[in-house]
């Protein structure tokens, strides 16, 4: 599984709450439920979607929560989506994540705080802070709770699963030849990577070359390892998040690794909207006969974790 070797890619973790009168906060204060949510980038705005599930709190207070932000419903979850051109607090996201290296895991709602995680490399550690500092001197009720070694994105994918169960998804594809050229494979050798962010232009990820196979290695790139940020495309990525998008389905963990002929493309998908993410995946596969996609392995997150 790619995310046992995700930590090598990023080393370090900042954790920031936001706590502020903005009214989906200060409604959030009495429900029971800890609301999971991702940040959606696109070039005039950020959003913010958080998934209610609805088995989780069906008190009068989430019923208001629900009605005040015209949640949308999912079936087995309500969606709320905020944009940062109706919620300034927002566009912090893009502050964060505007560094090198950082990528956003998610978001959990919580009693009246948003708390938000991201991960980076080691050697942005002075840019991700001076970004910090900027945000927390601007934004009312912003602060950061950690900064530190990287805890590990299969720890937040953890705390997640105790609201929404998660199924960790691994597709195998073997790209055609024209796919492992320079221009759509510009990291030489065998990669692990995550994705930063994604629209339908290009993917910008960031990658760690020369990774040793054994999952005893440091957890840190070694002097054999290279992390580099790029830009890409990918067809196939690109049509299934923009399907998954439009449900929405969220995807709490987005990781490729290549070995220079086989394509692994790793996610961690709510349970109950599994069936619904491989039917995308059988649809783009459709589309794209070339690159022979199939089925690795679907687990139950409560199993990688225990």
Request: aromatic content about 8%; proline content about 6%.
């Amino acid at each position: 599984m790619l995310i046992e070797k995700s930590d090598r890619i990023l080393d370090r973790q900042c954790t920031l709450e936001l706590r502020n009168d903005y009214p989906v906060l200060a409604l959030s204060t009495s429900l029971k439920a800890s609301i999971p949510g991702i940040a959606i980038m696109s070039g005039n705005y950020v959003e913010m979607i958080l998934f209610v599930p609805k088995s989780s709190d069906n008190s009068r207070d989430m019923k208001i929560f629900l009605d005040r932000f015209n949640a949308v419903d999912l079936g087995a979850m309500w969606a709320i989506r905020a944009k940062s051109t109706e919620y300034p607090p927002v566009e912090t996201f893009r502050m964060i994540t505007g560094v090198p290296s950082v990528v956003l895991d998610g978001m959990i709602l919580s009693g009246g705080a948003l708390r938000v995680n991201v991960r980076f490399g080691h050697e942005h550690s002075a840019k991700v802070s001076e970004a910090i500092m900027k945000a927390s001197s601007g934004i009312k009720g912003l602060v950061p709770v950690y900064l530190g070694q990287s805890r590990g994105a299969l720890n937040f994918l953890k705390e997640i699963n105790t609201s929404i169960p998660l199924d960790y998804i691994s597709l195998s594809s073997f790209p055609p030849e024209e796919e492992k050229i320079k221009e759509s494979n510009p990291v030489p050798g065998s990669w692990v990577r995550e994705i930063r962010y994604m629209s339908e232009e290009d993917i910008d990820a960031v990658y760690l070359s020369g990774l040793p196979e054994s999952d005893n290695s440091p957890k840190v790139a070694g002097e054999s390892e290279a992390r580099f940020e790029t830009r890409t495309s990918n067809k196939v990525l690109q049509m299934i998040q923009a399907e998954t998008a439009m449900v929405p389905i969220p995807t709490f963990f987005r990781s490729q690794g290549f070995d220079g002929t086989r394509l692994q493309m790793d996610f961690a998908v709510p349970r109950d909207y599994s069936s619904g993410f491989l039917k995308i995946v059988a649809g783009v596969g459709d589309k794209f006969k070339e690159w022979n996609i199939s089925l690795a392995g679907i687990i139950p997150f409560d199993e990688i974790i225990q």
